[in-house]
Every structure is written in C-alpha cells, then in structure tokens.
C-alpha cells in the first residue's frame, strides 16, 4: 500500500525563526493535501498541490510540490504561536487519503 | 452549515461493551469516513463510503463496523469494546472521493477500560 512519511516528527522553535516540514512518498503522487491540527482539536484543510514543482503561499506558508511528484515540502517564515500545532500531509490513494504522521511544531515565545 | 457534527465528544466504555459513535454532514458530501488517531501514527482510515448504501474496509477495520443508509449519516459502532480501541476517532466528508479536501469533524475521546 501506498506509505506516506513525513520529518521531522518533532520540531522546537523559538518564535520568529523558520520551520520547514517534507513529505516524501513511495510512489508518484496526483496530488497532495496539507492539513494543520491545532491540540486538542480536528484537522483543517491548508491547501491542495497537484503539479509538478508547483509552489503555492498562504501569507507565512510556503508549500511546494517535488518535480517528480513524490514529495513536498511546508515552510513557515517567522513562526508565531499561533502556528502551534500538528502538521499533516494526506495522498489520494485508491479511493482514500492516507496521511503522514504528522509534524508537530512547538514555538516558544 | 453545522459541517461533521460527531457525538458524543468523549466516551469511557468498559472492555466488552459496545457502542455507536455519531457522525452526521449537512454538506450533502457522498465521500465519508472514520479515522483514528493514536499518538504518533497519524491518521488511519477504519471505514469509508462513496455514496449512500456503499462502504468499505480501511487500514484498521477489525473490532469495527459501518453503515450508510442515508447520505447524511454515517455511524461507526464498536461491536465489544477493547482497551486497543482507546483513541480519538474522526469522521471526515468530502464532496467526491477525488481530489476534494476534507472537512473533520471534531472527534471523539474514546476510553476502554
């Protein structure tokens, strides 16, 4: 079945500085999804990526899709702390979305 | 629009019990399904359905069971509680099952003890 992985698992920043999370899959992806998990709440849909090398920004978010479609990466430029959270990858696969791990991302003020 | 709506928000069973969690969308979305969501391993797919009258086995299946009679409601019953069963459960909706985002519900606390 289709793996998707994600790194790091864990990341610490101090607020301002940058952070970046990658999803790397097996196999050539159609797309790729971005979700954001706040604690103790639900995912939220970020953003969809369905070509190649493309590069899409939500204000501090950067997200880009690999040229050969099996991975992308989240970049958050001067993190705040609102930014807390658990980040997730999801891939269509058969008739269902599998997610990566996650990254959860911590900011200290 | 209320969106996923599950209930109830937190559960504590006693192993061998069994139960029925709630999911209900007002988006008139055909794709449903039920997560869990245990420390560490992300997100994994129990049940799915395309459509009203359809379902379908996920990653974890077992100790689980769905149904779909109707294309707003989608419940996942537990058939006897195990203490493995202990996890947030989500139910997501999407409009179609390609290429369409997610929308999650808010989840479920289950406990077994």
């Known amino acids: 079945g289709q793996q998707v992985m994600q790194i790091p698992q864990y990341q610490h920043v101090q607020e301002g500085e940058d952070f970046t999370t990658y999803c790397n899959s097996s196999?050539?992806?159609?797309?790729i999804q971005w979700y954001k998990q706040r604690p103790g709440g639900h995912p939220v849909f970020l953003i969809q990526l369905v070509k190649s090398g493309e590069v899409k920004k939500q204000k501090r978010l950067t997200f880009q899709f690999g040229e050969a479609k099996k991975n992308s990466s989240l970049h958050i430029t001067a993190t705040q702390t609102t930014d807390v959270g658990t980040y997730f990858c999801?891939?269509?696969?058969?008739?269902?979305?599998?997610f990566g791990p996650g990254t959860r991302l911590s900011v200290l003020p | 629009n209320a969106g996923v709506t599950q209930t109830p928000k937190f559960q504590v069973l006693k192993t061998g019990q069994s139960m029925t969690l709630q999911c209900a969308q007002d988006m008139n979305h055909e794709y449903m399904s039920w997560y869990r969501q245990d420390p560490g391993m992300g997100l994994r797919l129990i049940h799915y359905?395309?459509?009203?009258?359809?379902?379908d086995q996920g990653e974890v299946p077992n100790g689980y069971n769905v149904s779909r009679s109707t294309t707003e409601d989608f419940p996942l019953r537990l058939l006897s509680a195990a203490p493995s069963q202990t996890s947030v459960y989500f139910c997501?909706?999407?409009?179609?099952?390609?290429?369409?985002?997610?929308?999650f519900g808010s989840g479920t606390q289950l406990s077994v003890l």
């Open positions: 196999t050539t992806l159609s797309n």
């Open positions: 997501a909706s999407s409009r179609t099952e390609v290429n369409e985002k997610l929308f």
């Open positions: 999801a891939v269509y696969y058969g008739q269902n979305f599998v």
């Open positions: 359905s395309v459509g009203a009258g359809i379902t």
